[in-house]
């Protein structure tokens, strides 16, 4: 049985999306986190070393890492759904967006939190105004040129197709899902024209509204 270790509010919803685009039958085994810092609690670790969220255990075998569960629950249970041919131009688009999404546009986006985070900390009194300061200018000199430069690119190539691997929706589509949502709550960057669309349409897949109800509320907070 396919089990989803799934944390509230996190990335292991595009996990539970993409089963139920499959019509997989799963459990969820919801874990929270902790209310002050946000962290997953320590009892993912009993699951994998890490304790990061999505994990998925299939039997005997357990998944982490959001792309790599992504190929697993493809190869053994997509039956050639959700990505496009092999060899075929959509193809090498589906390959570059399903590893763009965790491997370049993700790191200026978790930048841009832990900054905003930086002096709600505990800091002492004397050092707030300093650490005010370093956190505006690291956000205003290089993580805020990197966010417009990154969503600009997004929606150049929603413009060009419809879906990001192409005319066909694919798991590409649920891989940048988490990218374009953390975006939309952090980034401080209005979305343009046509990723307010591409959000408006995973939104009302069914497949989506059933990940909600069987997770819970997905929400990124800035």
């Known amino acids: 049985m396919l089990t989803v270790h799934h ?8 996990i539970l999306w993409l089963l139920e685009e499959l019509g997989c039958e799963y459990e969820v085994k919801r874990y929270a986190r902790d209310p002050r810092t946000l962290l997953a609690p320590p009892q993912l670790r009993t699951v994998h070393p890490l304790g990061k969220s999505p994990l998925l255990t299939d039997g005997e ?11 697993y629950l493809l190869d053994t249970y997509g039956q050639g759904r959700l990505r496009p041919a092999p060899g075929s131009e959509a193809r090498l688009r589906y390959n570059y967006w399903l590893h763009y999404a ?8 978790l930048l841009k939190l832990v900054f905003q985070r930086l002096p709600k900390g505990p800091v002492p009194a004397l050092l707030r105004p300093i650490v005010r300061t370093i956190a505006a200018r690291a956000q205003e000199r290089f993580i805020d040129p990197q966010l417009k430069t990154h969503i600009a690119y997004w929606e150049e190539e929603l413009t060009r197709f419809t ?3 192409g005319e ?3 798991a590409a589509d649920i891989q940048m899902s988490f990218p374009v949502a953390a975006a939309t709550a952090r980034s401080g960057v ?3 024209e046509k ?16 990940a909600l109800e069987r997770g819970g509320p997905f929400e990124l907070s800035g």
């Open 163 to 165: 879906w990001f691997a």
């Open 168 to 170: 066909e929706f694919s």
């Open 102 to 109: 965790e491997g370049s546009a993700m790191p200026p986006l």
């Open 7 to 14: 944390l509230n509010n996190s990335r292991s919803h595009r």
């Open 195 to 210: 990723l307010r669309a591409f959000s408006t349409r995973i939104q009302a897949r069914a497949a989506y509204q059933r």
């Open 190 to 192: 209005a979305l343009g």
């Open 61 to 71: 075998r357990t998944l982490a890492e959001s792309g790599a569960i992504i190929e």
